[in-house]
C-alpha cells in the first residue's frame, strides 16, 4: 500500500473522530441548557418570593446557567449581604437536585441587588465552587 493512502486514511479517520466529538461536546451543551432552561422555569413559577430580608425576583437562563435575581432589603436585615449570599451557596451546594444539575454542567449565577437596583453581589455557584 502506498504511503500516501495510508496517510489519507489516517487523516479522514482523525477529521471523522474530530467531528463526532464536536458533534457530542454540541449534545452535552444542548442538554445542559434544557436543564437549565427547565430549572429556570420551574423557579418562575412561584415568583416572587419573600424570604426574611430577601426578595426573589426572577429566575432565567442563559446558555446553561440559572440567573438568580433577588433584592435585598437593608430594613429588614440582621445578616450582611454577604451573609445571606453565603448561606444560599452553601445551600445549593447541598441541595440533592442542585447538585445533580451542576454535576451535568448546569452553573447557577445569584444576584443580589439593593432597591434601588445597584448590584450589591455577583456570585457564580458551580461544583468547583462548592467543593472549594
Known sequence: ??????????????AVLLVSGCASNNDK???INLVAEQR???LSAGLPIEY???NIMRASAKQGVV??????????????PQQLM??????YCSSKDVK????????YRLMLRN?????????MVTMDTCKA
Open 1 to 14: 500500500m502506498p504511503k500516501s493512502f495510508l496517510s489519507s486514511i489516517l487523516l479522514s479517520l482523525m
Open 29 to 31: 451543551q444542548k442538554t
Open 40 to 42: 429556570a422555569s420551574i
Open 52 to 54: 426574611g430580608p430577601l
Open 67 to 80: 440567573e438568580i435575581f433577588m433584592i435585598f432589603n437593608a430594613d429588614d436585615a440582621s445578616q450582611t
Open 86 to 91: 453565603s448561606y444560599a451557596a452553601d445551600y
Open 100 to 107: 445533580n444539575n451542576m454535576e451535568i454542567g448546569v452553573k
Open 115 to 123: 432597591p434601588r437596583g445597584q448590584l450589591l453581589i455577583d456570585q
